[in-house]
């Protein structure tokens, strides 16, 4: 595939998933949604537990939430960071926090740790958002490449991405550059 047609194939994935997404997260009833993804499947408990540092993130919208799987590594003793993007130009960080650290708004709808008062991390383990995924652990995110420059920069740290069973798609289109997943977790399974 070329490159435009992958970048056109790409963009219609991306609105498709994303209203899938935005669907199926409003048809699910709140007890549902606060249960999703708060207790680490047993594979993923033994990732966490060897961690030292997880990244992860705050959910935006309709993504799949990761909090319960931070609390949990946080409560075994990993340190926990959050991303950081000050520019596209720029490679994400991921800057300390714990629960109840200030966070402050930043760029595509972020909220994200204070640089002048948090310290940089090095992850052992990426939790991260996507758009959609494949079984070949395939992982479409917003299109502006800061994760897999971040795993580019950290390339022994597990690579977990955290979505909702209804952002599978039989296959995302790749790009030489796009780094893949160590596994996915879902709400109904842990897909390696």
Not at 116 to 141: H, Q, S, V
Not at 167 to 181: A, G, I
């Amino acid at each position: 595939m070329t490159g435009e047609a992958n970048d056109d194939g790409k963009q219609a994935m991306r609105a498709r998933i994303r209203a899938a997404r935005r669907d199926f997260v409003a048809a699910l009833d709140p007890a549902g949604r606060a249960l999703a993804l708060r207790m680490p499947p047993s594979p993923l408990q033994a990732l966490l537990a060897h961690a030292t540092v997880v990244a992860g993130y705050l959910a935006i919208g309709s993504e799949a939430s990761p909090a319960g799987l931070l609390d949990w590594a946080a409560a075994r003793g990993a340190r926990i960071a959050l991303p950081f993007v000050s520019r596209p130009a720029v490679p994400m960080r991921f800057l300390a926090w714990a629960a109840g650290d200030s966070l402050r708004p930043g760029p595509l709808g972020l909220m994200q740790p204070d640089p002048d008062t948090a310290e940089e991390l090095a992850p052992d383990l990426i939790l991260a958002p996507l758009i959609a995924f494949d079984r070949g652990l395939r992982r479409l995110g917003q299109g502006a490449g800061f994760y897999d420059r971040a795993f580019a920069r950290y390339p022994d740290a597990q690579r977990i991405g955290v979505a909702w069973s209804v952002q599978e798609v039989p296959l995302v289109p790749d790009d030489p550059w796009d780094v893949p997943l160590h596994a996915v977790v879902t709400e109904k399974e842990w897909i390696t």
